[in-house]
C-alpha cells in the first residue's frame, strides 16, 4: 500500500514529499516519482536506501528520516508516483533506459505506465504495481 501521510491530496509550492510504502508480502520494491514536469525519477531502492526484498511487517518511507535527500515539491501540477512489488528482483532484466545515476530522471522513460508494463513483461503475474497521485499548487 502507498500512503502521503497526510490526509489531503494537495500540496502548496515549497512542500516536501513522503511516501509511506508497505507490502503484504516480502518483496523487491522499486517506486518512480513523477514530477510536475514530467520527469520521472527512481526513488526507491536508492543509495541511502537499498534494503531488498522489504519485508511484509517493514514500514518505509521514502526519503526515510536519515536519507540524505529530499523531494522538494517546486513546480505547481500534477505528480504522481508507482511502487512495484516483485516477487524476485528487477535489476538485471531493466533495459538500459531504467539505469540511469541515482534520484537523477531516467532519460528514455515517457511514463509510470511504461515501467509498469516493463516490469509486468520481464516478471508475467510476478509483479503488483500501485500509482498514488498528488496535486501541486
Known amino acids: 500500500d502507498m500512503t502521503l ?80 512489488a516483485a516477487g524476485s528482483s528487477l535489476d538485471s532484466l531493466w533495459p538500459e533506459s531504467m539505469r540511469g545515476e541515482a534520484l537523477s530522471p531516467l532519460a528514455g522513460v515517457s511514463s509510470l505506465e511504461q515501467i509498469a508494463a516493463m516490469a509486468e513483461e520481464k516478471l508475467p503475474g510476478k509483479v503488483s504495481a500501485r500509482t498514488i497521485q498528488w496535486q501541486v499548487k
Open 5 to 84: 501521510g497526510r490526509a489531503s491530496p494537495v500540496f502548496e509550492l515549497g512542500e516536501s514529499l513522503r511516501i509511506g510504502m508497505t507490502v503484504s508480502r516480502s518483496a523487491h520494491l522499486y517506486c518512480y516519482y513523477r514530477d510536475a514536469a514530467g520527469a520521472i525519477t527512481q526513488i526507491y531502492p536508492n543509495p541511502m536506501q537499498a534494503d531488498q526484498p522489504v519485508l511484509s511487517t517493514q514500514a518505509l518511507s521514502v526519503p526515510g528520516a536519515n536519507a540524505g535527500f529530499s523531494i522538494d515539491l517546486v513546480k505547481p501540477g500534477q505528480e504522481s508516483a508507482l511502487c512495484i
